[in-house]
């Protein structure tokens, strides 16, 4: 089995098993769940100092899932906490200063990386709750590896996104023809298609340097978040544009998953510096990272 089927199999086990999830429904009942299929403890064997792909790959594909499915369920959060590190308590929501957005209130594990205890949280656009306690001493891999599932999230939220919205297209008809058959709304698509394109892109240039150099891996750090900065707002807004300024109703599911682009969005803002320091400044350097896959990172399967 491949690394890319691996990431496959679990998005489509994890979207199989969502597909009738209300939103935002029972948290701990989906957390019960989640963690009896297996899928918070997939990092659980996971090593800092040489990360494997088909763990990666595997969670990946799980995070992705359900930010398509607009289901904010603490996983990937969890997921870094448990890198490594498995917990006692299979079903136990544990959080890690690397991970941002840090569900420190309803968390039954804190993992800190020097053993200190959290700030009080806030809540975040999607109502999950978050700390502004700033991470200390993390190494960049794991720092990565949380930025990774974040862009994954992304990735799966806009994708479920640009679904619906062309959904919306297809069904609406007005003046005898639907909305998709008018030139502009086809183009508008396209847009976004790009946009989507462009994200999933830059996650997958980050995952395919986290076995290699520190510096090679900041750089794809660095411009995955500047893309991500940039589309995602973008992706979220215009979704909502061919909608027809619509589906923000409770009922609505186009929310569920701009509202997950919008508050991942802020985190990246947030602590948008980490491995800054790793980048090289040399130009022919900078030029050398600009390469797909180079510093050891290799291509996807």
Known sequence: MTTHTLEADLDASVSEVIAGWERPG???EQWRIAAR???TAILDDLRADAPERDLIDAACGAVTALGRGGI????RQTL???AGTPLSTVDAIAVHPAAQGIWAPIADVHVAADGSAFAEAGRDLADRPYSLLPPTEIPLRLTALSEVLRLQ???GAAQGA???ARRYVTERVQFGKPLIAIPAVRTTLGHLKVDVRQLETVTHEVRSRLSGDDGALAFALATAREVAATAVPRIAQTAHQLHGAMGVTYEAALHWRTRLLWADCDEGARWGD???DAVPVEESV???LTAPGSSGGGTRP
Not at 72 to 75: I, K, N, Y
């Open 80 to 82: 870094v906490a448990r």
């Open 72 to 75: 904010a369920l603490p996983l």
């Open 162 to 164: 640009v679904a619906e």
């Open 274 to 276: 980490d491995g800054a």
């Open 37 to 39: 299929l297996g899928w």
């Open 286 to 288: 900078l030029w050398s």
């Open 153 to 155: 999230e992304m990735l």
């Open 26 to 28: 029972d948290l701990r």
